[in-house]
Every structure is written in C-alpha cells, then in structure tokens.
C-alpha cells in the first residue's frame, strides 16, 4: 500500500510529507508528537491568567461581540466572555464567518494562550448551557512538526484514516509483550496518536523505545556477522618503520594514541577485516594514525584509499601525509573529481573524495580503505569495500569521526565496529569561550579584535548560519554580516566563504586566507571541516543558538591549533543567551558536551548522533542504560 492509497494524501500532500521524513505509510504511523495539549482540566476563568499553556478549558456567557479593523487593515472579531469569577476578551484574525455565529449564541468553551489579558484565535466550542461538557475540546490535542501548506490537524486526520486501512504488524514477540508488559504495535501507534489519558501516552513511548533499540541491536547483531563471514589481508607489521616515523615527529604520542595504534596493529595482522572507528575530540590527533596505519599497508605492498568528504579536506590530508612519509619513500597520490593520476603503484596512498568510490576499476590492490568524517559520503563502510574485493578479501577499513561520542552510546551502538577512543593532547591551551550579550559589550568586541590583529597580525572567523536573508527569519545572512565586517575591516581585509561556491573558488579563498592575504574570513559551516590555519586564533559564531552543541564544538575547533591563545565568540540572535550556550560557555570537553545536548533533547535528530552515523531514533534516548539493558536480554 502507498501513501497515495491513504484517503486524504494527494500527490501534493505526499510531497508536503516527504519533506517531514515520511515517505511510506509506516513513516506516516511513526510520526513522533512534538507535543500534547491536555485540555481535560476546567479553570474559572479568574485562574486562566496565572497560566502560561494552553493545558486547560474554560467557558462563559458570550457579551459584547464585535467586528474591528485594525492598523494593518485585518478584520478583528472580538467578543467578551464572562463567569461569575472574572471576564477575558478573545479574539479571531480574518474570521468574519464567525461573526453571525457568536452573535446567535449565548455560550461557550474555550482554550488558548492569554497575552495581555486577551486570547487570540483560540479553541472554542458552541455550548447550549453552562453546564455542558465540551467533549470536541476537553481532550488531549496532539501536535506534530509541521510544514507549510500541511498542520497538525491535517496530519491526524491523515493519521487516523491509515490507521483505519492498514494492518499494522506485531514486530516483537509475544513472549516479549508479555514479560515485559508491553502493548501491542497497532495499540501502540492508537496511543500515540489518539490517547484519551497520560497512561496511554507513555505506554505507546515504552512499547516503541523497546522496539527501536531492538530492532537496532538485532541488526548491529547481523552486521557483525556478515562482516567477519569475509576474509582480509593479514599484513606483517614493520616495527622499525613505525618507530622511525614516530621519532620524525615533532611531538610526543599521547598514551591514547600509542594504544589505538597497538589496537590497529593487531586488527590489521589478522586475516578478519578490521572495522574500527577512530573517534578523538577535536584537535586529539586523529590524522597522524591513519598515516601510521597507511605505511604499515604499504610495506605490504597494498594501496590505502583515503576518502575525505571536501577536496579542501582531501588537499589537506595530502600535505599531512606528504609531510610525514614523504621522507621514506612512500609513493602518496592526490585524486579529486579535478586532479587524476594514471601513474599509480601497488602500494601507493591515494587520498581524495568520494570521487575515489566512482572508479573502483582503478583500485585492485586495496589492503585499507580510511574514512574522515565517514557520514558525509551516504554510503555504508561495508558496501564500499565489499566493491573493492581482490582475490576474495576485502579492505581493512579504518574510520574517523571528530564529533565526540559517549563510551556508552558508542559501545551499544558501534556493536559492529572497535572503538579507539583518543584524548586531546594536556599540554594545548583552553579556547577561552565568551557570550556576548549585549550591542555594546558586541561593540568593545570589535575593537579588542582590531587592535589584536594590528599588535599580533591574528586571523579570524566569523561563522553564520545563512546564505541569504529570508523574510522568515531573523538570523544575520553571511552576505549582510560580510558586508559589515568589510566596512569595519576594510574591503580588502575580510574574505567570503560559503557551499554555493565553486570547488576553485573555496580553495582559492582558503588558500588566500591561509597565506595571510586578508585578516577575517566570513562563513557558513562549511569550515567546520577541512581548515587548519593555525594562524587563525579567534572565531566569532552568529547566532549561536541555532546550532547543536557538537556543532558548534566543531565550529571551535577551527582555532587553538598552533601554540597561541584562542578564542571563541558566540553571538546569540537579539543577545538572547540560554542554559546550552552557558553550558559551552564553561565545557570544552567534546564528551561532555555530547551527552548533555543528547540529555538535552532526547531522542530524535540530535546533530551530534547524525554525525556519528547512530541512526535517528524517534523514541528512545540513546543514553537509556536501563532500557538497552532491558532488551539485551532477550538478544544472545
């Protein structure tokens, strides 16, 4: 059955609801409330204004109704609705219909939110007398994310008729149900959509967090297996290569490093492909691994794949691993949609996009595939390299992720893949992190940052949200905040950067900006990889608050990579701070700001877990320890 099948989904409507993430009937049946209004509670109307919500009814005698035009040229109709208690004006926008029907009634039953001592367009039920029940409105109204030219009450008539016409399958087993006191899927999804009290609501969200995290482990559970069926390349480790290279550096190994490098060793000496995700916070030292991984592959006489998800990135891991294993005669290859080689050896490093994956006919020797930031391809580790098979083998694979993942969520949620965990070097310096919170304290702002790139010759950032201005927002478009640190900094002295460009046209910028031809460089996120410009020691974020935590941790990281003190400014829309942006304020620990945005917001689409690769749940928080543990049971 298709969408289309349910009764009120039109092809326009379908399209309206692909743009919510519902693209089957199964989608449409999951669709998580954002929110329940309980108008089952009765208040005087005396009471209604201490209130703040809409959870509550009241009702009156309907006086004094009336039609208004108001300065913008809107149709006003207003009435005055009494109780013994007190009296409250309501009031509807554009709603003339309702004029003829207010003036012939003596009664009614209400519910909205009180502004000023007055509601607008709010709930409202015709009664015959004051002792009627309002059952159309004493319910519990559901709510749902919405898109333009689709509501909530649209989606819920929709809901209700697939809920009429599809069978809805039981998923877990009755064993399971009864143990566990768990109620059906289709009483569930009722629950979800249609419940009559409290009771229901959290029954349907225990019954469909269970099913989610079981659902997710069984699968994990299946990967694993599928994975170690394959055979991989057991390659012998050169002891004194790794120890040259070591000493070559500049720096000391931190002892996590040393360890994840053991952990690879031993992976990579095994005949099972090795599957391990390298995730280190920001700045922890990520890139010197996989360079030390890809030798080892080399001395085996196999090629190493790196794919980065920008060329800037891919630009930048060629000049890293050029400049540590160019010294030891490892033959390193830069492949990006631009730039193509036909010259290639068998144990060459070929470092590029996910350009590389289109061309696999020229990839027949591949012993390791390494994956930065590995989300941003779409494209499962697995089926990238079951396509690079060579004698029956596939590729070790090697994955790095800088958004930080909590032990606990990575360990239940990367059951098919190792985890080496890496800490940030101790010695680097605290990115000094402030809100600024009002026009002056923004203005004294600009002016330590003048005298700090005249004094020092510093570099900055500035990060905003938006390409251009919409009129339905107000967040500061990089184009407007362009233009005015042009007109503070001089024309010269401020570049511009952001995804509509051109491949040639970013590179160049950030190519200008790392040589030192301008001071400011104005952005969307798409710095948020692929920069290091060590030079570059404050960053300015604009409206701060709309970004996730792990976001803008990653934002951060763009500065305190060289040996002098950086900082971070954030800039909240209007100056309006809040307890997140507080939060970052004092935490600068990767870990930490993970688990409390995902504490934070619960399950659904929180940034730091798309990231990651952990699939969006609707309803389980994946920092659930009791929940996991409760359906572990029942998977051996």
């Known amino acids: 059955m298709n969408l289309t099948d349910i009764k009120g989904i039109s092809p326009r409507i379908e399209k309206l609801l692909k743009k919510l993430e519902i693209h089957n009937i199964e989608d449409l049946l999951l669709h998580p409330p954002i929110r329940y209004i309980d108008r089952r509670k009765y208040l005087p109307i005396s009471d209604i204004f201490l209130t703040k919500d809409e959870n509550w009814y009241s009702k009156g005698k309907i006086k004094d109704v009336n039609k208004i035009k108001t300065k913008r040229g809107k149709n006003l109709i207003t009435a005055i609705v009494e109780d013994n208690t007190s009296y409250i004006k309501i009031a509807w926008f554009n709603s003339e219909y309702l004029l003829p029907i207010l003036l012939s009634s003596k009664f009614i039953a209400f519910s909205g939110i009180v502004y000023d001592k007055s509601i607008y367009n709010p709930k409202f039920v015709i009664l015959n007398s004051l002792e009627e029940v309002p059952e159309k409105l004493a319910k519990i109204e559901v709510k749902y994310?919405?898109?333009?030219?689709?509501?909530?009450?649209?989606?819920?008539?929709?809901?209700?008729?697939?809920?009429?016409?599809?069978?809805?399958?039981?998923?877990?087993?009755?064993?399971?149900?009864?143990?566990?006191?768990?109620?059906?899927?289709?009483?569930?999804?009722?629950?979800?959509?249609?419940?009559?009290?409290?009771?229901?609501?959290?029954?349907?969200?225990?019954?469909?967090?269970?099913?989610?995290i079981y659902s997710l482990i069984q699968k994990i559970k299946e990967n694993k297996i599928n994975i170690t069926a394959h055979e991989s390349f057991a390659l012998k480790i050169d002891k004194d290569l790794y120890k040259n290279i070591v000493n070559s550096l500049n720096y000391e190994l931190t002892a996590s490093q040393k360890e994840a490098i053991h952990e690879i060793f031993a992976d990579i000496s095994r005949d099972k492909p090795m599957h391990r995700l390298i995730n280190g916070d920001v700045g922890s030292g990520k890139t010197i691994l996989a360079i030390i991984a890809a030798s080892q592959v080399s001395q085996n006489n196999l090629m190493t794949l790196v794919l980065a998800p920008t060329e800037i990135l891919a630009n930048q891991h060629f000049e890293s691993f050029n400049k540590i294993l160019s010294k030891f005669n490892i033959p390193i290859i830069l492949w990006t949609s631009s730039i193509k080689?036909?010259?290639?050896?068998?144990?060459?490093?070929?470092?590029?996009?996910?350009?590389?994956?289109?061309?696999?006919?020229?990839?027949?020797?591949?012993?390791?595939?390494?994956?930065?930031?590995?989300?941003?391809?779409?494209?499962?580790?697995?089926?990238?390299?079951?396509?690079?098979?060579?004698?029956?083998?596939?590729?070790?694979?090697l994955s790095m992720s800088a958004t930080p993942i909590p032990r606990t969520v990575a360990l239940t949620f990367f059951g098919d893949i190792d985890v080496s965990f890496i800490e940030k070097p101790t010695e680097r310096k605290k990115i000094i992190t402030r809100i600024i919170n009002s026009l002056e304290i923004e203005n004294k702002m600009i002016e330590w940052i003048k005298n700090k790139i005249i004094r020092e010759n510093v570099q900055a950032y500035v990060v905003c949200p938006l390409?251009?201005?919409?009129?339905?927002?107000?967040?500061?478009?990089?184009?407007?905040?362009?233009?005015?640190?042009?007109?503070?900094?001089?024309?010269?002295?401020?570049?511009?950067?952001?995804?509509?460009?051109?491949?040639?046209?970013?590179?160049?910028i950030i190519k200008n900006f790392i040589e030192g031809k301008f001071h400011i460089l104005v952005s969307t996120t798409v710095i948020e990889v692929g920069i290091n410009n060590p030079n570059a020691t404050i960053m300015i974020i604009q409206s701060a608050e709309r970004f996730g935590l792990a976001q803008l941790h990653q934002i951060r990281g763009r500065v305190g990579r060289g040996s002098d003190q950086s900082y971070c400014f954030?800039?909240?829309?209007?100056?309006?701070?809040?307890?997140?942006?507080?939060?970052?304020?004092?935490?600068?620990?990767?870990y930490e700001l993970a688990e409390y945005d995902l504490l934070l917001r619960g399950p659904g689409e929180v940034y730091g877990t798309l990231q990651s690769g952990i699939p969006n749940l609707r309803f389980a928080n994946i920092l659930d320890k009791g929940l996991i543990s409760q359906v572990k049971k029942y998977i051996s």
């Not at 689709?150 to 809901?159: L, Y």
């Not at 697995?382 to 060579?390: D, G």
């Not at 005015?484 to 160049?508: N, P, Q, S, T, W």
């Not at 309006?576 to 004092?586: D, H, I, V, Y």
């Open 467 to 508: 390409i251009e201005e919409t009129s339905k927002s107000d967040l500061k478009s990089v184009q407007k905040i362009y233009e005015h640190y042009r007109l503070i900094f001089g024309e010269d002295k401020v570049g511009l950067l952001h995804g509509k460009m051109k491949a040639k046209e970013k590179d160049e």
């Open 341 to 397: 080689h036909k010259n290639i050896q068998s144990n060459s490093i070929v470092i590029g996009t996910h350009a590389l994956i289109h061309h696999t006919q020229n990839w027949n020797n591949v012993g390791l595939v390494i994956i930065d930031e590995q989300h941003k391809f779409g494209v499962k580790q697995r089926e990238i390299l079951t396509t690079l098979k060579n004698e029956n083998k596939i590729p070790h694979s």
């Open 145 to 212: 994310p919405e898109t333009a030219g689709i509501n909530s009450a649209t989606i819920s008539k929709i809901i209700k008729n697939a809920i009429d016409v599809y069978e809805i399958k039981e998923t877990l087993p009755n064993e399971i149900l009864e143990k566990e006191n768990l109620v059906s899927k289709r009483l569930a999804i009722q629950y979800l959509h249609f419940p009559e009290n409290e009771i229901e609501i959290k029954k349907s969200k225990e019954r469909l967090a269970f099913e989610e």
């Open 570 to 590: 954030l800039i909240p829309t209007n100056y309006e701070t809040n307890e997140r942006l507080k939060f970052f304020e004092k935490t600068e620990n990767g």
